[in-house]
């Protein structure tokens, strides 16, 4: 399976405009930075619940977070109309200036500490110090019915010519505008491979400290227990059975065909319908860092069992998927073991899920290997084949191919970790091979 990585990024632009009139004769110098004191100087209400938890994290970890001169200005900091501690930014000031600006997301239990350096960003905070700032005009700059990746905040700032009359509609003066973006996570639509369109466009990185959960939309979801559990809450849903019929459908084509299920930030799951690679019977498998499920069907003349191209498919994801985990600037982090690859045939249905921490890359197998692994896999599941005299059709006794897959992969390409499932209406079962024989456990329903 190819592995390639394609980052898009989207910037529709639908314009609404908010007014917010104040008045803000500070000064840069002013203020003081050195105080564990929040106060709100900025121009808009913020979350100051988030602001003041991120630096108490700062101050405790100043000498591990800090990557740049300067010294954060925590009253200036803004959550861009965000209240679900979620982000914030921060301007980093030396000697008047304002050097960088400090980015700080939240994902789950963790926050990120990102210095950056946009000219955009740094012009913004500079300015919003000026004596002479008198009235914001706040513009966002999203879509919320696309894939949206980023969001920026125009903001337009009035400096009037005589500080008597700093009202834009009748006293003299100018305007001046800043770009400020906010970089939050969806799915590009085009990849080749195994890819992570879901990644952190915000520059930077720095390892992440732990927040204290409370509030907002990013808290942990409750553990689940055992695999069974975690494969109940991927294979229970109504959009994974509709796919199942589906495909169920289909294996009676003379080609692959297969759906893609991912979350959406909002939590609720997306469905794609996967395409062939041109000029051939499989379906193209790709996916994503938001995706959970990937499903594909086997028409009558596969053997109706996971292929070895499938399992050097899975191991690729989920090989991808810790190492994309490995980087901290990566969000939203993949849960490993709620990943789920299932196959739909005309002589049942099974899933492979993955039950581990860790796992290593299979070999890069050479064409001759991966011929010897094709012929081993016929071999092995061919004894489980009875070809009618009359008819020609081939017919298979289920348990005893399962065994010998089984088989197959413990001797010729054991990955840690995988487990495989037999999936069904009423339920999931666990396949695993004891001293030889092949024993199913029913997950409880």
């Not at 930075?33 to 101050?59: F, G, Q, R």
């Not at 990185?205 to 509030?215: E, K, L, T």
Request: one cysteine or more; glycine letters at 6%; charged letters at 20%.
């Amino acid at each position: 399976m190819k592995k390639n990585l394609i980052f898009r990024l989207f910037l529709p632009m639908v314009l609404f405009t908010l007014f917010h009139s104040c008045i803000h004769d500070e000064t840069l110098a002013s203020s003081d930075p050195a105080s564990k004191e929040y106060t709100n100087k900025s121009l808009w209400k913020e979350d100051e619940k988030y602001i003041m938890n991120v630096m108490k994290i700062y101050e405790d970890n100043e000498f591990k977070i800090k990557k740049s001169n300067g010294t954060p200005y925590w009253n200036y900091a803004t959550t861009v109309d965000q209240y679900d501690e979620s982000f914030l930014m921060v301007p980093v000031v030396e000697n008047g200036k304002v050097v960088s600006v400090l980015q700080v997301p939240r994902h789950q239990d963790k926050v990120y500490f990102i210095y950056t350096s946009s000219d955009d960003d740094i012009s913004f905070f500079q300015n919003l110090f000026s004596s002479k700032l008198k009235r914001v005009i706040d513009t966002k700059v999203s879509d919320e019915a696309s894939k949206l990746v980023c969001t920026t905040k125009v903001y337009s700032i009035w400096y009037p010519d005589n500080e008597s009359n700093p009202d834009p509609s009748s006293g003299s003066g100018h305007w001046g505008t800043y770009h400020v973006t906010n970089c939050t996570f969806s799915q590009a639509e085009a990849c080749l491979g195994i890819v992570g369109p879901n990644g952190e466009c915000l520059e930077g990185g720095g390892g992440g400290y732990n927040y204290p959960i409370g509030g907002g939309t990013n808290n942990n979801p409750p553990d689940q227990q055992n695999p069974c559990d975690k494969l109940k809450t991927q294979t229970s849903n109504i959009t994974f059975k509709n796919n199942i019929t589906s495909l169920e459908g289909k294996t009676t084509d003379s080609y692959e065909s297969g759906y893609r299920i991912g979350t959406n930030s909002d939590g609720s799951l997306q469905n794609q319908l996967l395409q062939n690679k041109p000029g051939t019977q499989q379906v193209d498998l790709k996916a994503f860092s938001n995706t959970i499920t990937l499903m594909h069907s086997h028409y009558d003349e596969l053997y109706p069992m996971f292929s070895p191209g499938d399992i050097i498919f899975f191991n690729q994801w989920i090989v991808w998927a810790q190492n994309w985990n490995s980087v901290p600037k990566n969000m939203p982090k993949i849960p490993l073991n709620n990943l789920t690859f299932t196959l739909v045939t005309s002589n049942g249905n099974y899933s492979f899920n993955f039950d581990g921490t860790s796992t290593i890359p299979l070999p890069n197998y050479t064409i001759q290997e991966l011929d010897k692994l094709n012929k081993d896999y016929i071999e092995n599941l061919n004894k489980a084949v009875t070809i009618g005299n009359v008819s020609g059709d081939a017919s298979y006794n289920m348990e005893k191919l399962e065994t010998e897959f089984l088989k197959f992969m413990n001797d010729k390409m054991k990955m840690e970790g995988l487990q495989l499932y037999k999936t069904t209406t009423s339920g999931n079962s666990s396949l695993t091979l004891v001293n030889g024989t092949r024993q199913e456990t029913d997950c409880p329903n």
